[in-house]
C-alpha cells in the first residue's frame, strides 16, 4: 500500500462514524496532499492542503465555498474523536492535554482547544473542548537530501528555520536517518513527533539513532552528552529553556541540528537559540505552499554582519 494513502487511512481512523467513511471517499485525491483535518464545535469540517481549504459538504463531498450546509461537528463528535485518540484513557494522556497537543501513532498530533481549568494560576487542565485539529504527519525519504548537498559541513550546528507547517519536522526525520548510518545520533523527541514510539518501537524511519522520546528537551540533552556521546543531537523547536544545555552540548563537541518557528532574519536575531553560539548555519525554509524547499542557507556570522 502507498505510504501516504496508509498514513491518511490511519488519521481518519480517529475519526467517528460516518465522518470517517466520508473522508475516506476522497483518500485518493487527499491522501498525497493533506495537511490537516480541522474540527470545531457547531462548525464545518475542514481539511487543508498546503495550497487550498476544502469545507465536507452534508452529502460527504467536498467543496472549497463557505456556506450554510455544510458538515457541522457537535460537541458529542468532539467528545468521542478525544477519547479515540486517546485510545479511551483520557486520563494517561493529561500532560499532554494540558500541553495543547496529544501524539497519535505514525506521529501525527492532534492539537487541541477549550477552556483552562487553573489551579493556583497555571493550568492543570482543559475541559469543555471545543477544537481538535489533526495534523498529518509525512514521511518522505530523501527529504534532507537538499539540505546535505547545500551544508557540508554539520559540525558547527544547524538551526532550520520557517514558519509553521514548512517541512522542518519532515526534514529532520530524514536528517535523522541519513546522519545515524556512519554518526551517533540523538534524537530528542519530546512530543512524538519524530520517532512516534509506541511502546519504545519507533514507528517513523529513524535509522540507527538514540531516541529520547518524551524528555523535555534540555533534560535530553543533558542525559545524551553525559552518557550516549553523540556525534549529532537532533530536536525540534527549540527554545529559551535549552540555551544552558546547547551551549554545554557546545561544549562538549556535540553538533546541534535543530528547528525553530522563525520566518526571516530579524526573528532571528531576537531568538534566545542564536546567541548561544551552538549554530553555525542557518537554513530558511520556503513555506508551507512549497513544503521543505530551502530558500536560502547563510552562516551566523553573514547574518550578523546583515
Not at 467528545?79 to 479515540?84: G, L
Amino acid at each position: 500500500m502507498k505510504e501516504s494513502l496508509r498514513r491518511y487511512r490511519q488519521l481518519t481512523g480517529c475519526l467517528t462514524e460516518p465522518l470517517r467513511t466520508a473522508l475516506s471517499a476522497h483518500e485518493a485525491s487527499l491522501s498525497d496532499k493533506i495537511t490537516e483535518i480541522r474540527l470545531r464545535a457547531d462548525r464545518p469540517v475542514s481539511v487543508q492542503t498546503p495550497t487550498d481549504r476544502y469545507y465536507l459538504t452534508a452529502s460527504g463531498n467536498l467543496t472549497a465555498f463557505y456556506s450554510h450546509s455544510l458538515w457541522t461537528t457537535d460537541v458529542h463528535m468532539l467528545d468521542e474523536v478525544v477519547r479515540k485518540i486517546c485510545e479511551y484513557s483520557v486520563y494517561s494522556r493529561q500532560n499532554e492535554i494540558v500541553n495543547g497537543f496529544i501524539t497519535l501513532r505514525g506521529g501525527h498530533r492532534a492539537g487541541i482547544c477549550g477552556t483552562a481549568v487553573l489551579r493556583d494560576g497555571e493550568m492543570s487542565n482543559v475541559r469543555c473542548i471545543s477544537s481538535v485539529n489533526l495534523r498529518f504527519a509525512r514521511e518522505i525519504r530523501g527529504s534532507a537530501d537538499q539540505l546535505l548537498h547545500s551544508v557540508k559541513d554539520i559540525s558547527g550546528g544547524v538551526l532550520i528555520c520557517g514558519e509553521p507547517s514548512s517541512g522542518k519536522t519532515t526534514l529532520l526525520r530524514d536528517l535523522a536517518r541519513q546522519l545515524s548510518a556512519d554518526r551517533n545520533v540523538a534524537l530528542i523527541d519530546e512530543r512524538g513527533e519524530l520517532a512516534a514510539c509506541i511502546g519504545g518501537m519507533p514507528q517513523n524511519d529513524v535509522g540507527l539513532c538514540d531516541v529520547y522520546d518524551g524528555y523535555p528537551k534540555a533534560e535530553a540533552m543533558r542525559h545524551a552528552v553525559r552518557t550516549m556521546s553523540p556525534d549529532v543531537l537532533i530536536c525540534d523547536e527549540i527554545g529559551t529553556d535549552e540555551e544552558a544545555s546547547l551551549r554545554n552540548c557546545l561544549r562538549g563537541g556535540v553538533a546541534v541540528i535543530a528547528t525553530a518557528h522563525i520566518r526571516h532574519r530579524e526573528e532571528l536575531r531576537r531568538h534566545p537559540a542564536f546567541r548561544t553560539g551552538a549554530f553555525s548555519t542557518v537554513v530558511f525554509l520556503s513555506g508551507r505552499q512549497n513544503v521543505g524547499e530551502i530558500i536560502s542557507v547563510q552562516s551566523v556570522g553573514d547574518v550578523l554582519a546583515a
